[in-house]
């Protein structure tokens, strides 16, 4: 249930939105001339960039952002993304990001002297206010006709907070503070259920936790991880559980245990929700086709 979707901005200036919803791993593939500069978004999930003819790769994690620029050779898009998982990537030529910044060049590490030659990887967090644009990338409700011009709109915004070291959530004029204390507090709520998926709190506890309202927990949540707080918690555990599974360190009624489900029969049931098929039987397809 992959999909991808390639918006341009301008000549040598385009957004890529990459989704997979689906089970099976998802892959693209894409040339991408010299010259341009990649900037990739893990929004969720997992990904991971393949060079090389698949003797090199790059993982690109979930809240984290990679660049990528290497003057001497083309780095065609190889991308192989996990269940549930996204990405946006921007591809700007050198010539046009200089454009961009060249009153300000000094300012970003990028364009130095010594670094505008020579291959550029970088991994870096994605901050509180690139996660709010980039995920309003994913849920918006806009006529076709002016889609164009919105994604254009936030591609720029995006490049703008990627170079916005100085970004200080404390700042008292800062136009996003509101949204980006939401944000973290989200994320943290993310990483509660994640850590207690065996015996996760409930809404009303959670959201006491965090310090967010019901409404702005269920709200925000679905908007960063695009969906409610249950539905994301259900889908981590069954892929924790088919990787448990998967290497062979537990048996069906472990993995159950280990995620919180107190019966086999139960934990069969959850599985053959999220994957068509029981534990056992999913376990037999992969030694078979191994």
Known sequence: MGSQEVIKIEDDFYLLRFQNDGAEMYRAERP?????????????????????????????????????????????????????????????????????????????????????????????????????????LFHFNLHPSIKNLYYKGKAYELLSLYFNRTEDPDAEQCPFLIDEENVLKIRKAKDIIIANMAEPPGLQELADQIGLNLKKLKTGFKQIYGDSVYAFLFDYKMEFARKLLEDGTHNVNEAGLKIGYSTASHFISAFRKKFGTTPKKYLMSINVSA
């Open 32 to 136: 991408i001339s010299q010259g341009l500069i990649q900037f990739h978004y893990g929004i969720k999930g997992k990904a991971k960039f393949i060079f090389n003819q698949g003797n090199y790769a790059l993982d690109l994690r979930e809240e984290k952002s990679l660049l990528l620029y290497n003057p001497q050779k083309e780095l065609p898009l190889n991308l192989e993304m996990a269940p549930n998982s996204w990405v946006i990537s921007v591809v700007i030529s050198i010539k046009k990001f200089h454009a961009l910044f060249s009153s300000e060049a000094e300012h970003i590490p990028f364009l130095s002297a010594g670094n505008q030659d020579k291959k550029y990887y970088n991994e870096a967090d994605i901050s509180p206010s690139m996660a709010i644009v980039l995920n309003q």
